[in-house]
């Protein structure tokens, strides 16, 4: 297998419904639109590399049933490379997506009994890529490909979106770790105190803010980039977005500024449409925002 970005982690299948207020106790309300589709940090970030035009694979768990199968097809239509998927008895984790007209959400998951899958459960000795992405969700096997890949000089990153066994694990070992606000409050109380702090176990780290941007350091370098201003209608998957353009960014070898920017258009762009995998950008928008900002 020779790919541009492996991403390794969580793959889930979501339901999308936008309302025009968030339900209160008791309350039955009737929702404007649905939208069923796969989910999941990994996998939304590679498939938003595939849709980037870059060779891709997902590595990770899907269960056995109609959730499960209907997100495998949609990574066969997107091309993002599926050899790496372990299919099992176990449930497809699944995510409950509630959107607000302003764009803000509300989530519950749900993975019943499906456990995290183990050392060895998938090969990667016949992989060859320029990057690979981690999420965090899947540290059993994460920890010894991030070992290999140190061996071999990959790059590697982080999706760290909340603080949790995995992330802790993987994030002093990754090149790249680049957390969300939320991970960053967890993490620190505050995204300037957690940037300072994470510097010192991570060479790059990058805290995204949503509308606010981001902010960076790098070595002794650091720095923020503004967000684009767009029309926000449903924020879900911005940061999958913006992590899998990152991945491709970093396999393009791309600038560093330039890097930014590519993440952060995919990052907006999602922003622009209803659910997470509907709203990843095709190569032509991504290519249009992106080029016009430099």
Not at 3 to 13: R, T
Not at 46 to 70: M, R, S
Not at 93 to 112: D, E, F, M, Q
């Amino acid at each position: 297998m020779n790919i541009d970005v492996l991403c390794v982690g969580h793959a889930s299948y979501d339901f999308v419904f936008s309302v025009d207020h968030h339900p209160t106790a008791d309350e039955k309300i009737v929702a404007q639109n649905f939208l069923g589709c796969g989910g999941g940090p990994a996998a939304n970030a590679a498939v938003t590399a595939a849709k980037l035009n870059f060779k891709t694979a997902f590595a990770g768990y899907l269960g056995q049933d109609i959730y499960g199968e209907n997100h495998y097809q949609e990574f066969l239509n997107y091309s993002v490379n599926t050899d790496l998927i372990i299919h099992g008895s176990s449930p497809t984790p699944l995510s409950t997506i509630i959107v607000k007209p302003n764009g803000n959400r509300a989530l519950i998951n749900y993975k019943g009994n499906t456990r995290t899958l183990s050392a060895g459960d998938i090969d990667f000795s016949s992989v060859t890529t320029k990057v690979v992405l981690f999420d965090g969700h899947e540290p059993h096997i994460s920890l010894p490909l991030l070992k290999r890949l140190k061996q071999q000089g990959i790059p590697t990153i982080l999706d760290a979106g909340s603080v949790h066994e995995g992330t802790l694990a993987l994030m002093n070992e990754v090149d790249y770790l680049v957390c969300s606000e939320k991970f960053a409050v967890q993490f620190a109380g505050d995204e300037v105190t957690a940037l300072s702090r994470l510097a010192q176990v991570s060479k790059v780290v990058v805290i995204t803010l949503g509308e606010r941007g981001l902010i960076w350091q790098r070595g002794q370098d650091a720095g923020n980039l503004p967000a684009f201003k767009i029309n926000a209608i449903d924020t879900t998957g911005a940061g999958d977005a913006f992590h899998g353009a990152f991945a491709a960014a970093v396999a393009s070898d791309l600038n560093w500024f330039q890097i930014l920017r590519f993440a952060s258009a995919a990052g907006a762009l999602c922003c622009t449409k209803i659910g997470a995998r509907t709203g990843l950008p095709s190569k032509l928008e991504h290519q249009t925002l992106f080029e016009d900002s430099l």
